[in-house]
């Protein structure tokens, strides 16, 4: 790699790094561009060199969320041949996405508030439900496959699970005061999905 592009790496990581931390302390909303090459000590202007915008900003940390899932489970590997109404299966795909929720809290409250505040009828929120809960959608199909009877189609179920998590997600990683056991957490919601996905256990 040459001086130049170099830099360049240097001074996109310490505007993500920059950026991580203000979604942090500020929120997204909260914080601006100048906020953020600021706090990277980099010109205004370098911004525009790598971004477009703070949202495409958003869409790189989102990436490093992406390729963390991806280190936690093999992907290029990974068959749609998981039936989510296995509880011990179904907890594997939950931990993981526990996992990164919090190993990437800021991110996970700026993506949460983007959300939220992007224009009524953008269809924002449901287009992002649909897109990060692609792989949970292949497995319910595969499991109604099998005549398992899941409670609705899988794109919506997929997607009530991938909400449920985003909210959570959101509002443990801005709790103050409180302290959570992720393993209880993940249980909790393996136990709740568990009953909704494959019935009452006896």
């Known amino acids: 790699m040459g001086v130049r592009k170099a830099k360049a790496a240097e001074t996109r990581t310490a505007l993500l790094d920059a950026a991580r931390r203000l979604f942090a302390e500020r929120?997204?909303?909260?914080?601006?561009?100048?906020?953020?090459?600021?706090?990277?000590g980099r010109a205004t202007g370098s911004f525009y060199e790598h971004f477009t915008s703070k949202d495409e900003l958003l869409q790189a940390l989102l990436q490093g969320m992406e390729d963390r899932a991806d280190e936690l489970v093999d992907t290029a590997v990974h068959p749609r041949e998981h039936d989510l109404t296995d509880r011990a299966q179904l907890r594997q795909h939950l931990a993981v996405s526990w996992t990164v929720f919090r190993e990437h809290a800021p991110v996970v409250s700026a993506l949460f508030q983007a959300?939220?505040?992007?224009?009524?009828?953008?269809?924002?929120?449901?287009?992002?439900?649909?897109?990060?809960?692609?792989?949970?959608?292949?497995?319910?199909?595969?499991?109604?496959?099998?005549?398992?009877?899941?409670?609705?189609?899988?794109?919506?179920?997929?997607?009530?699970?991938?909400?449920?998590?985003?909210?959570?997600?959101?509002?443990?990683?801005?709790?103050?005061?409180?302290?959570?056991?992720?393993?209880a957490v993940i249980d909790t919601l393996t136990d709740l999905l568990h009953s909704g996905l494959a019935g009452p256990r006896d």
């Open 27 to 40: 929120g997204y909303l909260n914080t601006k561009i100048t906020d953020i090459t600021k706090e990277a």
């Open 115 to 183: 959300m939220i505040a992007a224009e009524p009828g953008s269809g924002r929120a449901w287009n992002d439900l649909v897109g990060e809960t692609g792989i949970l959608k292949q497995h319910l199909e595969y499991s109604a496959e099998q005549g398992k009877a899941l409670p609705g189609d899988p794109e919506l179920v997929a997607a009530a699970i991938g909400a449920m998590l985003a909210m959570l997600g959101y509002a443990v990683n801005s709790a103050r005061g409180r302290e959570f056991d992720d393993d």
